[in-house]
């Protein structure tokens, strides 16, 4: 075979294994998000979503889960804002305080690279201890510590990717009017809405599907939690814990929250991607 | 000014706090985990098969073997359908099709480890304990290393992706050119310039895939089996380190020397994902530091 067909062969081998890759990629896309939807669809009723779980409920009596819609819902809100109060400001100082060779930024990111790595049985283990430490026992308050700490560098690294594109010029523009450093941050914050928007998405998503932090140190039960100090119930542990049962209805259950869970965080996708592509059109 | 300058300190105090909760993890597990480390020598806690927490034995092997299993068939089975498809999105895609892939892509990486768990479940344990293992073995229930190899491998797929077509792009623009304007094809400039220039960047990206896939709990806990002991194949049932912790967090309190044992457990899981996300995501700064 001469050279050149041999350049062509393997062209067209590579590029067949290429779309068998993709064609993979595609069909588990797929196959996961068909499985969940047909399984939930058919276990899925209004009672779910609005009848609290009673005595006989693990028994294949009546009700749903919307306590742990409502235990997700609190802890990813309250996380998400303290999430957000921690991270803006340190992104802010990342980029507009410290120079871009600075070491301290570097070891920053560093740090919080690493961090999102750390896995989340690792900080449900250690945030776990922090609470006994505390005198804490499972609680909302230690569900949204431990979520706020595991979403903390995921902001940060997001939104710093975000805001180092971002022009300097509009800094100097700000200073040269007069402005604080510290006024100059309404300037930034309105630069990068876009990818603060993205990198909030991005960290409820994570922290909504997030079980294994959670499962010591928010518990889990059957009542919607009134205060800070109570356990509350989550969705990725609602599937988990009755996935397993033996009978019928509540596995039913639990098809019907993996549906609930999927549909938000399918939700979170789409418009993460949506706001990417509309903003990155009238960029600089 | 007196705003600027507070607004300054604190935020440098958040900045230096983030920095120190690396830290701070590891010292309270570490703390956590000295007692059952003054009890037991380190060699003999990591090498010992016998798990009983009751008498006071503690030995991780069976579940750092089970670790290494589920990690390297998911790595294994991700790696190259991750590498063609990055190839394929960076060197020959056209943009109509990257429209479709990275929407797909999203969705991949977005889904909660506890669906892909659902789905293992009613997907991948099935189809071993029906199809895959009678050719091999006479029974299996189908909750195997295999089955959390493979949900484990899916999960790392963007991951993987992400990553490669991040240090694909740090190759500049002329260099494929040149290539190209030699006659290559662009297969013969994807692995003879592209691939060669950014080795480094590739095994840097598995090696961070490798800690992601260690640490995953709820999906393997669903589809492993979670029976101790040393698997002798990928179709006898195996128990990861996670899900280890995560199976018997609750119990162990009424039993220092057990909850001592299993923060040791955490303390292993985060020595070796925080070993090999510092070595890889260094690589990658550098990499991407060479591009601009």
Redesign the interface.
Known sequence: MDIKRK??V??WA??T??????S???L??F???W??FS?GCKAMSWSMLTKLPTAGTYLGGEGGFPNAIVGSLYIVGASTVLGLL?SI??V???NV?LKTSSK?A??????????F??????????G???MIFFGLRTSLLGGIIVIT?LI??IF?RTMDEATRNFPREILDASYALGA???ET?KVVVRQIAPGIATATL?SI?RA?????SV??TAGYTDSIPTSLSQPAATL?LA??FQ?TSPIPEVVDR??AA?LV??II??I???S??FITNRFSKNKL | MVKDKLAQSVMLGLCLFSILMVVTIAVGLYLKSSPVLENKSLWSLLSSSEWRPMKGEFGFFPFIIGTVWVTVLAIAMAFPISLFTAIYLTEYAKSHVKKFVFPALDILAGLPSVIYGVWGVLVIVPWISNRFAPHFVDFSSGYTILAAGIVLGIMVIPLLVSLFIEVFSSVPMELREASLALGATRWQTTHKVVLRKTLSGVAAATVLAVSRAMGETIAVLMVCGCVIGIPKSILDPGYPIPALIANNYGEMLSMPLYESALMFAALILFAVVLVFNLLSRIILYRLEKTQQ
């Open positions: 350049k062509q393997s062209e590579v590029k294994v290429m779309w068998i890759s993709m993979i990629v595609f588990l896309v196959s996961v998000i499985t969940i399984k921690v400001p340190v802010f100082y990342l305080y301290l570097y070891w920053l990111r560093l740090a919080c690279d690493v961090l790595g750390v896995p989340s049985i690792v900080y449900g283990a250690f776990f201890t922090i700490m903390i560098p940060i604080t450093r510290w941050l991005l998503g909504i599907g997030d079980a294994a499962m010591f990725p599937v988990f996935l639990a098809y993996a869970l999927t965080v399918l979170l996708s789409i993460g991607r």
